[in-house]
């Protein structure tokens, strides 16, 4: 992402920071990989294992920590985290017209007259805003949007196109939701009667806290007696499955294609890899790692790394490994 004005490195450490090893006056117009970087563009060391690729880069700058400055030959950004002054640096860098909606009134776009609105709100066309429904200060709702009645947004809070917020869900300050997110269907809710299924009418809510981002494509379910809940600073990738009455912790962070089922509960700083199962009614504690492409079958009551299924192999030796292990009990000692 490229800065039309660019800055000054002196300026970006200081908003960083972190220390200069370089030349302040110098301008970088944009931030890139070590590899893609431009020689007017910053980059940025965070792991050891891409020194062969900072060997290589035409970069201005590194961000970079001090055990590794020795390897940058060009101007250096020197700080304890890396990586976490290269996401504040990704703050800078943004374009702040990327998602810019027209404040003009539209013709196009439907706003219920009990709608509370804020002045410096801004609304796409072809937006639908519902009965009773408040949007706060500086929020930006993009184009194709329906947030049902009774729906609550907090201030600076984005909403990409083509999402669809039902009824009395709140979302707080500073959140982002992404494109074709819905938040508020109804769950997985049935009973049996003889040989049909009676649905069961979702009534709670679901609140989301400041500070969340939903990626693309997520269903957060309401909740069926009792709401859902999303807490402050939880982040969420694309193609997310929270269902109906999952409550998750905060500064917890799911990645994609990870389903969450019903009335689970999940702790405070947990990370839960992409492909992840979880079932129905567990609780799992905080500062909990799920690995990749893990199924979630019991409660975790412990802090730490948990794994489950088969690492990749040879699949003549998966087939042996298989068979081998469905015999296991009748080859264990008693």
């Not at 976490?84 to 439907?110: C, G, V």
């Not at 709670?204 to 600073?233: F, H, M, P, Y």
């Amino acid at each position: 992402m490229s800065l039309n004005k660019g800055i000054t490195l002196g300026e970006l450490a200081k908003k960083l920071g972190a220390k200069l090893d370089g030349d302040p006056e110098k301008l970088v117009f944009g931030l890139n990989t070590l590899l893609s970087a431009k020689k007017d563009e910053v980059s940025f060391l965070a792991r050891g294992s891409f020194i062969k690729d900072l060997k290589k880069t035409k970069a201005c700058a590194v961000i970079i920590s001090k055990e590794n400055v020795k390897y940058a030959s060009c101007h250096k950004i020197v700080g304890e985290n890396p990586y976490l002054l290269y996401a504040k640096a990704s703050h800078i860098f943004k374009n702040i017209d990327e998602m810019r909606i027209s404040s003009e009134s539209s013709d196009l776009t439907f706003i219920s007259s009990s709608a509370k609105i804020s002045p410096s709100a801004q609304i796409g066309p072809f937006c639908d805003i519902g009965e009773e429904v408040e949007i706060g200060e500086d929020v930006q709702i993009g184009s194709g949007v329906a947030i049902c009645s009774s729906a609550k947004i907090g201030n600076k809070t984005l909403i990409y196109p083509n999402s669809t917020i039902y009824h009395s869900v709140s979302i707080g300050s500073d959140c982002i939701i992404h494109s074709g997110t819905v938040i508020g269907s109804d769950g997985l809710g049935f009973a049996r009667d003889g040989k049909s299924w009676m649905k069961i009418e979702h009534l709670g809510k679901v609140l989301i806290g400041d500070n969340v981002e939903v990626g693309a494509n997520c269903s957060i379910d309401r909740g069926s007696v009792g709401d859902t809940c999303i807490k402050d600073q939880v982040k969420i990738d694309n193609q997310v499955h929270i269902a109906h009455n999952v409550n998750i912790g905060r500064a917890t962070v799911i990645a994609a294609n990870t389903a969450i089922a019903g009335s689970t509960v999940i702790g405070k700083n947990c990370t839960i890899s992409g492909g992840c199962g979880i079932i129905d009614n567990l609780t799992i504690t905080d500062s909990v790692h799920i690995t990749a492409l893990s199924l979630v079958t019991k409660s975790i009551d412990k802090p730490g790394t948990y794994t489950s299924g088969t690492t990749l192999m040879d699949h003549s030796l998966w087939k042996k490994n298989a068979i081998a292990f469905k015999n296991l009990k009748n080859n264990i000692k008693k």
